[in-house]
């Protein structure tokens, strides 16, 4: 007795089922590795989440540390930020495919959907995933975890350097002028750093001394004295001296030095 192609292709499939439950792939949809859909998903975890996980912000900044770096805190709620970007640094997604396993970064994963909800008051993180450990999954599993933290508050470098009062150069401003047209330059120079500062945490005023003939300002870094400097050349014709000394090496062993910079202002009258 003769069996059509068509029924021969139904009784080849008909035979294959999963080794765990027997259901047949006829009925369940293709097997993965000789499991039906539901017991691949039930033995292969999509998410891999640590249970407990310890969240670094800066108490002066709102900054967190993620690894050995530290991130600025940005417009919203700084802790909460802090948690979801910690807890999306220790995720890992499983992705099995004929070359292994693999445990990918949840960036790396574009078809993920992966909601991350921190519940401050109760100190836990509710996460649900959402997406396939294989690609021949009819459809994405759905996996929900929850991480406690807790949280650590410490310094960031860069407030660290500020509340150090470190400085990469001092601007010493000088010139004959009335105090009134001193603090309008010292605005002026302080309004530069302010907006540098927006740009790039690391830069910032440490200090401000009075001097007899003017001030100096403790600038970071150096690159900002300079364009203080340089403001205040063009803007009041200032003279510009730039001197370097060394003042040891930095732990990568480049020379470390310290800049003074004189901004000497031509007098405004005679
Ligand atoms: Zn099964
Ligand atoms: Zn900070």
Same mark, same amino acid.
């Given at each position: 007795m003769g069996l059509n192609p068509e029924e021969k292709n139904l009784i080849g499939s008909m @035979?294959? /089922?999963?080794?765990?439950?027997? %259901? &047949?792939e006829a009925e369940r949809g293709p097997l993965i590795g000789g499991l039906c859909q539901r017991c691949f998903a039930e033995g292969n975890r999509l998410l891999r989440a640590p249970a407990e996980l310890e969240v670094t912000i800066c108490g002066r900044c709102g900054a967190h540390l993620i690894g050995k770096r530290w991130h600025e805190a940005g417009e919203g709620d700084a802790i909460a930020d802090a948690v979801r970007a910690t807890v999306l640094s220790s995720l890992k997604v499983a992705r099995l495919t004929d070359a292994g396993i693999k445990f990918l970064r949840?960036? $790396?994963?574009? $078809?993920l959907e992966l909601r991350v909800e921190p519940k401050l008051t109760e100190g836990v993180i509710k996460i649900r995933a959402h997406g396939k450990?294989? $690609? &021949?999954?009819?459809k994405p599993q759905l996996e929900e975890a929850r991480v406690k933290f807790s949280l650590k508050r410490s310094t960031c470098d860069v407030c660290g350097l500020k509340s150090a009062r470190h400085y990469e150069a001092i601007l010493q401003v000088r010139g004959k002028f009335t105090r009134e047209r001193y603090s309008e330059i010292r605005k002026m120079l302080q309004q530069l750093a302010a907006e540098a500062g927006k740009r $790039? @945490? %690391? %830069? /910032?005023?440490a200090n401000v001394k009075e001097q007899r003939e003017g001030f100096d300002l403790y600038v970071n870094p150096a690159s900002l004295a300079r364009r203080m400097a340089s403001m205040l050349k063009s803007w009041f014709r200032a003279e510009i001296k730039e001197s370097a000394k060394l003042v040891g090496q930095t732990r990568d062993g480049r020379k470390k030095f310290r800049f003074s910079i004189l901004a000497r202002l031509p007098s405004e009258r005679g």
């Open positions: @035979k294959r /089922f999963c080794y765990w439950c027997g %259901a &047949l949840p960036h $790396e994963v574009p $078809e450990v294989h $690609e &021949l999954q009819v $790039e @945490k %690391a %830069a /910032f005023i």
